[in-house]
């Protein structure tokens, strides 16, 4: 008999309905989807979301979605087979939640998230106070004035500028954790701007600190904006920048400090070569190059090199540099005495043409000055006027 209702069994397995997959709507998918994104926390965590300012953001999101899921019973009902953590069980989500908690403040906290349109569900309706924060940081950077004294900033950004030239300072990416200072400087919509001012921290209402800054841009303006509302525009404009502090340590010395990191030398050579151009200006024809090598060495064969007139050299005067950029700063050199750069062609061993662009006819002092110019930041404009034999 019971093989008999094995075999009835068998033959009716073939017409037997398939479980059709329930249809849910594009809601209860979002909630099922927000609900496992808790739940991966929770078993990584080894506890339900919470809350608190010492919390990580995820974290604080995660407590606040799961207290809208617990309090409609709609959600519970359709997640409770799946809540195998008994996290919907909860009498409530941290040890004392409060009951005040700002979700604007929590959704600007989140904005320099990429992915902040999935983890800011409909669960909790944080989408729609995403544009009251960017509204609110973007009225803060536009609402400029004319910066009454600027004439005692104009020269800090000219001396910013020539450092960034020679390579005394970078410009990196913001690091949106860093802290604004007093004293440094930033790069925004394409414009430098420097924090002047920074006032005393305060606590915002919903738990964060913040603090009032006098933000100066190198076009004459400046802004009274938070500190937040700082960082927030940066991380939203791709091209922002931080403008690093000039490297410490001498720029131009024989004697390094310790930590310094050797850069290189700039050589001035005179040329020993019988061409009439060089006979006839012999103590004006100078040749101004960098290397990171010795200069010695360097002109250990000049007279094989069309660089060096096929002829040997005498070095006139070195500066050891630190912590610069060698191929800037000879650039800049080379820029400064473009109008005294001579225009002669001459042929190497090999008989080919080849046109040296490294000798000037420029005065040793010109040199020196120079130098000096970039060595105090006031180099910026400045070009050599064969004319008056000056830089101007």
């Known amino acids: 008999m019971t093989d008999d209702l094995d075999a009835l069994a068998d033959d009716l397995a073939e017409f037997a309905t398939e479980d059709k997959p329930v249809a849910r709507s594009a809601v209860d998918e979002r909630v099922i989807a927000g609900f496992e994104d808790i739940q991966r926390f929770a078993e990584q965590a080894g506890h339900p979301p ?32 799946s809540d195998h953590q008994g996290l919907l069980n909860e009498a409530s989500t941290a040890s004392e939640i409060d009951d005040d908690i700002d979700l604007d403040a929590l959704a600007s906290d989140l ?7 999935d983890v800011a569900s409909d669960i909790t309706e944080l989408k729609h106070v995403r544009p009251v924060a960017e509204k609110r940081a973007a009225e803060e950077i536009a609402n400029r004035e004319t910066c009454a004294d600027f004439d005692k900033f104009k020269p800090l950004f000219e001396q910013v500028q020539s450092e960034l030239d ?5 410009t990196r ?20 701007a420097y924090v002047a001012e920074v006032g005393e921290p ?24 938070l500190m937040r509302s700082l960082h927030r525009a940066m991380s939203k404009d791709k091209s922002s920048r931080t403008i690093s502090d000039p490297t410490a340590g001498p720029l131009f010395t024989d004697v390094s400090a310790d930590g310094d990191e050797a850069s290189g030398i700039i050589y001035v050579l005179r040329s020993k070569s019988n061409l009439p151009v060089v006979t006839a200006n012999r103590d004006l024809l100078h040749k101004i190059g960098v290397t990171g090598g010795s200069v010695e060495r360097r ?7 069309p660089t060096f007139l096929m002829a040997d050299v005498e070095i006139v ?5 630190y912590n610069i950029n060698r191929v800037k700063l000879e650039n800049l050199l080379h820029r400064v005495f473009e109008r005294a750069r001579l225009e002669i062609e001459i042929k190497d061993r090999f008989g080919h043409p080849v046109t040296p662009r490294e000798w000037f006819l420029v005065p040793l002092f010109a040199i020196d000055e120079a130098v000096e110019r970039i060595r105090d930041g006031t180099i910026k404009g400045v070009a050599y006027d064969p004319a008056t034999a000056s830089l101007q």
């Open 173 to 192: 990416p913001p690091e949106t954790s860093a802290e604004i200072e007093a004293g440094r400087f930033y790069i925004l919509s394409g414009q430098k």
């Open 50 to 81: 919470r809350h608190g300012d010492d919390k990580d953001i995820f974290e604080r999101l995660y407590a606040v979605r799961l207290e809208s899921l617990i309090a409609n019973p709609a959600y519970v009902a359709l997640l409770q087979s």
């Open 111 to 117: 904005e320099d998230l990429d992915d902040l349109d």
């Open 299 to 305: 002109i250990a064969n000049a007279k094989l090199e």
């Open 317 to 321: 005067t070195t500066y050891e540099l």
């Open 202 to 225: 305060f606590k915002q209402d919903y738990g964060d600190w913040d603090a009032r800054l006098r933000v100066v841009f190198d076009n004459g303006t400046e802004s009274n904006l």
């Open 166 to 170: 020679v390579g005394l300072r970078t």
